[in-house]
Structures are given as C-alpha cells and as structure tokens.
C-alpha cells in the first residue's frame, strides 16, 4: 500500500496476511496486490460519510499540461488515463450508482 499526501509526500509499506495499515486523513492511499492469492482488502472510515475519489479519473479530468508539467510523465500516461472510474469488484446483489460520463 502506498500512501500519499500533498508536496511529494508519499510512503510505500508491504503488507502481509493479517497485516493492519493506517491512512492518515486527508491522505489518499494506493493498493495493489504483489502476492500469487486473492487480495481481500477492509476499509473502516471514522466518518459518517464516504467519499470515493479515482486518482486514475481525477487525472484524467485535469488539465493534461497541468498533470504533465507537475509529474514529469509523458503523453503515454496522460493517453492511458480513463475519465470513468472503473470498478475494482461487482457484486451482482449490490446496486451501483451510474457513472458520469465526463
């Protein structure tokens, strides 16, 4: 899991089965599965509202000469962005809300 915040800040930690990670608010976090088996991931807020933001879609949405010029990357990164956030797991019992089209 990588957890970022503004100013560059960001710090990378590798976890294990039955492993407990922190996310400081406001900082965003990354996951990704490294392992060989399945990833069962357990986000618990300290919140009575949830907000879910892509980093992926909100890329995507800013200006592309803003998003180039601040994380040095190319026209590559910026043309494999997506608009729409995509779903990581859809259950077929729970009901998601329609994306924008952006």
């Not at 089965?17 to 996951?31: C, K, T």
């Not at 060989?36 to 618990?44: G, V, Y």
Request: no cysteine; aromatic share 12%; hydrophobic share 40%.
């Amino acid at each position: 899991m990588t957890v970022y915040a503004a100013n560059g800040q960001a710090r990378t930690f590798d976890f294990r089965a039955g492993d407990v990670g922190y996310v400081p608010q406001p900082w965003g976090h990354y996951i990704q599965n490294t392992g060989q088996t399945t990833l069962w991931f357990l986000a618990i807020f300290n919140s009575s509202r949830y907000a879910d933001l892509s980093l992926n879609q909100w890329m995507a949405l800013t200006p592309h000469e803003l998003v180039q010029e601040n994380l040095h990357v190319g026209r590559d990164v910026i043309d494999a962005l997506r608009k729409e956030k995509v779903m990581v797991v859809k259950y077929p019992e729970v009901a998601y809300p329609a994306q924008s089209k952006g």
